[in-house]
């Protein structure tokens, strides 16, 4: 298993003031952050962010949300991290989110679900090549 995982910190969890309370989870969940930074994502950069779902009904919706505002991509270190990660943050539905789970503690629905967490390692590497270059991790 991987060690590294992508979580991004939505626009709804940075407008809400909500990043140094999930970072605080998800220091105290055993993760060291490895890079981090605000970034407005451009269309482009959302749209090849997203392209696995560029044939799903949401697609355009969730590009024009995730570019709405300011987001924190983070890259993340833990043993088994996709996995930890995954759990930590709970199901993409709030409402069946488990307790104490950041997506259950401050997400608003489906769509507003407050954090992206990476869903395999692969997909992990490629994720946080996609915001961060070699020199901005440590």
Do not use: W
């Not at 930890?84 to 679900?113: C, H, M, S």
């Amino acid at each position: 298993m991987g060690n590294k995982t992508l979580a991004i910190l939505k626009p709804d969890s940075v407008k809400k003031n909500y990043i140094g309370d999930i970072v605080k989870m998800i220091l105290a969940a055993g993760f060291k952050i490895k890079g981090m930074k605000m970034i407005k994502m451009t269309p482009e950069s959302a749209k090849l962010f997203y392209l696995v779902h560029k044939d799903r009904p949401f697609y355009n919706d969730l590009v024009e949300y995730m570019t709405s505002g300011p987001c924190v991509p983070i890259a993340l270190e833990k043993e088994n991290a996709v996995a930890e990660f995954r759990k930590l943050i709970g199901a993409t539905d709030p409402a069946q989110a488990e307790e104490g789970t950041v997506r259950k503690l401050y997400a608003k629905d489906k769509a507003e679900n407050a954090v992206h967490g990476s869903d395999s390692d692969e997909n992990a590497a490629i994720e946080i090549a996609h915001f961060f270059s070699t020199q901005e991790l440590v």
